[in-house]
């Protein structure tokens, strides 16, 4: 099982699963970080919330992630819950919550802070019909998850949605 971490975030990535973890250069302004996560090849090319990545799922794949937004996010009702889902259900996922829709796929979306740092968790199932096969998936990654505290002073988030 291969570990990946940066800028605070840290990932035991379960079995078949690749990621990634940057700070995305902008022209308009500093950003946060954002971490990716997939059970399929993620492109290079590819937006905050999947753009460019999700089109390619197959009914079996499962793509996440987790992005931090600014300083004044916190303290927020958007950000109120303290801490990531310990766990999702099947019932968590919706084909109406995609950013995108795409035929036969599934979402969830869940806003919290942690460490004291405001986030996003974004995944997206490969097949809305195998979520009870694929959400236990889903949460070896979100229990293999790390988040600590980072030096005050970073950006606002900017995500790019493509």
Same mark, same amino acid.
């Given at each position: 099982?291969?570990?990946?971490?940066?800028?605070?975030?840290?990932?035991?990535?379960?079995?078949?699963?690749?990621?990634?973890?940057?700070?995305?250069?902008?022209?308009?302004?500093?950003?946060?970080?954002?971490? %990716?996560?997939? /059970?399929?090849?993620?492109?290079? =090319?590819? &937006?905050?919330?999947? @753009?460019?990545?999700?089109? *390619?799922?197959?009914?079996?794949?499962?793509?996440?992630?987790?992005?931090?937004?600014?300083?004044?996010?916190?303290?927020?009702?958007?950000?109120?819950?303290?801490?990531?889902?310990?766990?999702?259900?099947?019932?968590?996922?919706?084909?109406?919550?995609?950013?995108?829709?795409?035929?036969? %796929?599934?979402? /969830?979306?869940?806003?919290?802070? =942690?460490? &004291?740092?405001?986030? @996003?968790?974004?995944?997206? *199932?490969?097949?809305?019909?195998?979520?009870?096969?694929?959400?236990?998936?889903?949460?070896?990654?979100?229990?293999?998850?790390?988040?600590?505290?980072?030096?005050?002073?970073?950006?606002?988030?900017?995500?790019?949605?493509?």
């Amino acid at each position: 099982m291969a570990t990946i971490g940066a800028h605070g975030i840290t990932a035991r990535l379960p079995q078949g699963f690749e990621g990634r973890i940057y700070v995305r250069p902008s022209a308009v302004g500093p950003t946060y970080p954002v971490a %990716q996560f997939a /059970t399929f090849p993620i492109p290079d =090319e590819v &937006g905050d919330f999947g @753009s460019g990545a999700v089109n *390619l799922m197959g009914p079996g794949d499962v793509f996440a992630t987790l992005f931090e937004y600014g300083p004044e996010s916190l303290g927020t009702a958007l950000f109120a819950r303290q801490g990531r889902p310990a766990a999702l259900a099947a019932a968590d996922f919706s084909p109406t919550m995609l950013r995108r829709g795409l035929p036969g %796929q599934s979402g /969830t979306q869940w806003f919290f802070t =942690e460490a &004291g740092r405001p986030f @996003s968790f974004y995944a997206v *199932l490969g097949s809305h019909t195998m979520r009870h096969v694929l959400v236990p998936r889903l949460n070896q990654l979100v229990t293999a998850l790390g988040v600590t505290a980072t030096a005050p002073g970073l950006p606002a988030a900017r995500p790019l949605w493509n």
